[in-house]
């Protein structure tokens, strides 16, 4: 058979003279990719910051993510304002209304694609630590000049000279452990949730600590002081309701540090641990003012002095203030807060 034959018959074989159609081999499946979900559109916002007061436009951020906090929103905002750094700043979404956190987040606010927010300046800003740390040297160091009666101070007979009342030194020593153990707590102790404050208060809070502390100091140590009227039996307890509050001023502080993470600004309702003087929290919202307020009684019974005690009574009231603002706090933002706790004083305040 010749070659043109052959390649006619193609796919054909010859059996017996016959032609056999060979069967053609099965084609290969082709595998198809599964298709792709389609991703969701992300809708960005646009964010006009006003100011408060003139209503005047700061700023335009366009493009600003959902999940944006408002931290973050400051730290735009910073770049094209220098001289509002994020801690001086002020966020709000009604010119007149409470200032958002800095965790809050963009998605979650009641505002629209486009948000309108309104900017108010805080001021010049000092860290927590740093006023603490100040407010409470000085203290310290203004108490112990009087009591070694520095010159220019009493009389100069009296310069360098020391009290024969024991008391004194009593109270010299208490004095100065309540503010060093102050310092310490705000060093390795104390975890704060806003980390600035307006750089006025620093003012505001060094008068009020280092003027009562000078006067309290002052007719302490006199020359001419007088020991209380019912001598040693008055120091003893004055001195054990001191050192009682001290302790359990310090587990309230360490159990509410306990409370909240490193680096966090958690919030939980505190309870009661192991440590019997934290117990107080079953009847106190603010036990940590309680235990300061039991100290300064202490203190005042044990120097018997006027302005001790006035020291000690305008400290009530502004404890007093805190506490109720806390304790609303606490029942605003927790459903389940124990209904039986006050702000400072069990069962009265």
Request: proline fraction near 8%; hydrophobic fraction near 40%.
């Amino acid at each position: 058979m010749d070659t043109l034959a052959l390649e006619a018959t193609g796919n054909k074989k010859i059996a017996n003279g016959a032609a056999v159609v060979a069967p053609l081999p099965a084609p290969t499946p082709v595998k198809r990719k599964p298709a792709k979900k389609a991703k969701k559109a992300v809708v960005f916002f646009e964010v006009e910051i006003l100011d408060a007061k003139t209503k005047d436009k700061l700023c335009f951020l366009d493009k600003v993510e959902p999940n944006a906090t408002i931290g973050e929103i400051k730290s735009m905002f910073h770049k094209s304002h220098p001289q509002w750094y994020p801690a001086r700043q002020s966020i709000r979404l009604d010119p007149k209304g409470k200032s958002l956190k800095d965790e809050d987040v963009l998605q979650h606010l009641p505002v629209g694609t486009t948000a309108t927010f309104y900017f108010r300046d805080l001021g010049a800003q000092i860290s927590w630590v740093t006023v603490f740390l100040t407010e409470y040297t000085g203290p310290l160091v203004i108490y112990l000049m009087f009591y070694f009666r520095v010159p220019f101070i009493y009389a100069p007979k009296y310069d360098f000279t020391t009290s024969k009342h024991w008391v004194v030194h009593l109270a010299c020593m208490c004095h100065s452990f309540h503010y060093v153990k102050r310092l310490l707590e705000t060093l390795f102790v104390h975890r704060f949730s806003h980390g600035t404050m307006p750089l006025r208060n620093i003012f505001k809070n060094c008068t009020y600590y280092w003027g009562f502390a000078a006067w309290m100091a002052y007719y302490i140590n006199h020359p001419l002081y007088t020991p209380p009227i019912y001598g040693e039996q008055q120091i003893r307890l004055a001195l054990i309701l001191f050192l009682f509050c001290q302790i359990g001023n310090f587990s309230i502080h360490i159990a509410l540090r306990n409370l909240r993470p490193p680096g966090s600004k958690t919030r939980k309702i505190p309870y009661p641990t192991k440590n019997p003087f934290t117990w107080i929290f079953l009847l106190v919202s603010c036990p940590n003012y309680t235990y300061e307020l039991g100290s300064w009684l202490g203190f005042t019974l044990m120097t018997q002095c006027l302005p001790v005690a006035f020291f000690t009574l305008v400290g009530f009231i502004q404890m007093t203030v805190w506490a109720k603002g806390k304790h609303r706090s606490y029942l605003k933002e927790f459903r389940d807060y124990p209904p039986l706790r006050s702000p400072i004083l069990p069962f009265i305040l």
